[in-house]
């Protein structure tokens, strides 16, 4: 084995960063390569120990504790001094997990459903008006399972507008399309187009949205949920 571990093809990240100049996505991996391509003193995100361990302590006290206070603005307010970004009218439903609160984004208006899994260790980003079901998971990359480090590749996902992922989905990095919904359970291997209705495992196809019909507001804060 003598190759560098693999990465994220550079223009997919482009491509998700065109769609969403708002992604915020850590530093990139660094590493020592030996000759025998075996890798030395990996950091998944090149960042000063500072930055670092605020963001791990930010997570840990955020899933074990802060996620179960039944107060909207409590989990807000922890979530943006955290690094979050997170517009007006949205919320994040109780007991949800969120890695690497500093590369998440959310938009106005967007409603994130109880437990989901918000992995933003490469970058996330949701648009506006964008609601999440409970028990969503996304995920924020996979690992390069040929290699003998078993090295992570971190890959963004941008959601788009007015997107609706229905409960139990879960979604591999990808850009989901303006409109699209990801019916329940499904697992999203690939991108989703615009006004897409995508379900099943690997997610297809399975219908097309109205244009017309996303005109709503994704907000949706019940008291002490
Ligand atoms: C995606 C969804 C909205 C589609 O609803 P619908 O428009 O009423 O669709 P239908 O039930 O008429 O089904 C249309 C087709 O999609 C398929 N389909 C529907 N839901 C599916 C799913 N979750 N996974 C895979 N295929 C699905 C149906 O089998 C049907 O296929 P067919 O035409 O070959 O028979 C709905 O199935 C869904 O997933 N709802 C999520 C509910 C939820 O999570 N609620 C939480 C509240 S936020």
């Given at each position: ?19 969403a100049p708002?992604?915020?996505m850590?530093?990139?991996?660094k ?8 890798v ?7 960042m000063?120990?500072?930055?670092k361990?605020r963001?791990r ?9 802060v996620?179960?206070?039944?107060s909207h603005h409590?989990r ?22 969120i ?7 959310i938009?106005?208006?967007c ?6 899994m918000?992995?933003?260790r490469a ?14 998971h ?5 690992h390069?399972i040929?290699?003998p ?5 971190p890959?963004?996902?941008?959601v788009?507008?007015y ?10 990095p990808?850009h989901i399309g303006?409109g699209?919904v990801?019916?329940a ?11 897409e ?10 219908a097309?949205r109205?244009?017309?019909g996303l005109?709503y507001?994704g ?7």
């Open positions: 084995m003598s190759r560098p571990p693999a990465v994220t093809d550079p223009q997919i990240v482009a491509r998700k960063v065109a769609a708002g992604l915020r850590p530093p990139p991996p590493y020592d390569l030996r000759p025998d391509g075996r030395d003193n990996y950091r998944m995100q090149d000063g120990l500072l930055r361990a963001n302590v930010g997570q840990l006290l955020y899933n074990m504790v996620t179960y206070i039944p409590v807000l307010a922890y979530l943006r001094a955290f690094g979050a970004k997170i517009g007006k009218g949205s919320s994040v439903n109780r007991g949800t997990t890695l690497d609160i500093e590369f998440l984004t938009g106005d208006d409603c994130v459903g109880a437990r989901c918000l992995d933003a970058g996330l980003y949701l648009g506006d008006n964008v609601i999440l079901a409970s028990d969503v996304m995920l924020g990359g996979g390069d040929n290699h480090d078993f090295l992570p590749v890959n963004p996902t941008v788009e507008d997107v609706w992922i229905a409960s139990r989905a879960m979604t591999l990808c303006r699209a990801v019916a359970q499904a697992v999203v291997i690939k991108d989703v187009g615009e006004l209705v995508v379900g099943g495992n690997p997610a297809k196809v399975i097309k109205d244009p017309e005109q507001s907000r949706f804060r019940a008291p002490f949920w």
